[in-house]
């Protein structure tokens, strides 16, 4: 899929309203604090495969952001993806998309993104141009992430937070977008079976959120 063909997606969904544009600040206070119960049965999440894998009714929802960066390479679109490093408290290890908690500071879930993404991978905002939101992803450790949607324009360096990213490498978009190249894997967790999206690639394992989240990608520029 080319980048015309995305972008006509985005637009025609903001023009018929089925997706939000970016918003403006006063949108903000909606994003923290809401709990957990009150957001189940409206967006996606780990709970969508797993009905009795969510976080403990009530519970706030952290409120999170990522960038879903699509690479405007000549050959075609690529998805710039992480692997986080193997000592962080959350999802360690694991392949994500750059960003993190919005905090009080950022205007809107796409500057949190971006924010995110400078400190994570030193990819520039300048490099970066906001097409729109995917569907809120809700997380069992009890996150309410934003997937915030931009092209990236080469050429652009990156400088890897050592702390936080292992290393930052790009899937084309056509192979996330072919179902053959899609899984639902499993794995018991605290004595349950717990089943999961991943999109193997290249010795990488894409999995969780981060699958559930690209799988949110497919079926909307699918049009499904």
């Given at each position: 899929?080319?980048?015309?063909?995305?972008?006509?997606?985005?637009a025609a969904v903001h023009e018929h309203g089925l997706r939000r544009s970016p918003p403006?600040?006063?949108?903000m206070d909606l994003s923290f604090g809401r709990p957990a119960d009150a957001d189940m049965g409206d967006h996606r999440g780990d709970h969508q495969l797993n009905p009795d894998f969510m976080p403990e009714a009530g519970q706030p929802l952290v409120p999170a952001a990522v960038l879903v960066p699509l690479v405007d390479r000549p050959e075609g679109l690529?998805?710039?993806?992480?692997?986080?490093?193997?000592?962080?408290?959350?999802?360690p290890g694991q392949v994500s998309f750059p960003g993190g908690h919005i905090d009080r500071?950022?205007?809107s879930p796409e500057d949190a993104a971006l924010r995110e993404a400078e400190e994570e991978i030193g990819l520039m905002r300048e490099r970066v141009r906001i097409v729109g939101r995917l569907d809120d992803y809700l997380t069992r450790t009890g996150f309410r992430v934003v997937?915030?949607?931009?092209?990236?324009e080469p050429p652009f360096d990156l400088n890897l937070d050592p702390f936080e990213v292992a290393e930052a490498f790009e899937v084309p978009l056509d192979f996330l977008l072919d179902p053959r190249n899609h899984r639902r894997d499993s794995r018991i967790y605290q004595g349950k079976r717990r089943y999961f999206h991943a999109m193997p690639y290249d010795g990488f394992y894409i999995w969780g959120a981060t699958a559930g989240m690209l799988m949110n990608?497919?079926?909307?520029?699918r049009g499904a």
């Amino acid at each position: 899929m080319d980048r015309a063909r995305v972008e006509a997606r985005f637009a025609a969904v903001h023009e018929h309203g089925l997706r939000r544009s970016p918003p403006g600040p006063d949108e903000m206070d909606l994003s923290f604090g809401r709990p957990a119960d009150a957001d189940m049965g409206d967006h996606r999440g780990d709970h969508q495969l797993n009905p009795d894998f969510m976080p403990e009714a009530g519970q706030p929802l952290v409120p999170a952001a990522v960038l879903v960066p699509l690479v405007d390479r000549p050959e075609g679109l690529t998805v710039l993806l992480t692997q986080r490093t193997d000592h962080l408290e959350h999802h360690p290890g694991q392949v994500s998309f750059p960003g993190g908690h919005i905090d009080r500071v950022d205007t809107s879930p796409e500057d949190a993104a971006l924010r995110e993404a400078e400190e994570e991978i030193g990819l520039m905002r300048e490099r970066v141009r906001i097409v729109g939101r995917l569907d809120d992803y809700l997380t069992r450790t009890g996150f309410r992430v934003v997937p915030v949607v931009g092209f990236v324009e080469p050429p652009f360096d990156l400088n890897l937070d050592p702390f936080e990213v292992a290393e930052a490498f790009e899937v084309p978009l056509d192979f996330l977008l072919d179902p053959r190249n899609h899984r639902r894997d499993s794995r018991i967790y605290q004595g349950k079976r717990r089943y999961f999206h991943a999109m193997p690639y290249d010795g990488f394992y894409i999995w969780g959120a981060t699958a559930g989240m690209l799988m949110n990608l497919y079926e909307f520029l699918r049009g499904a």
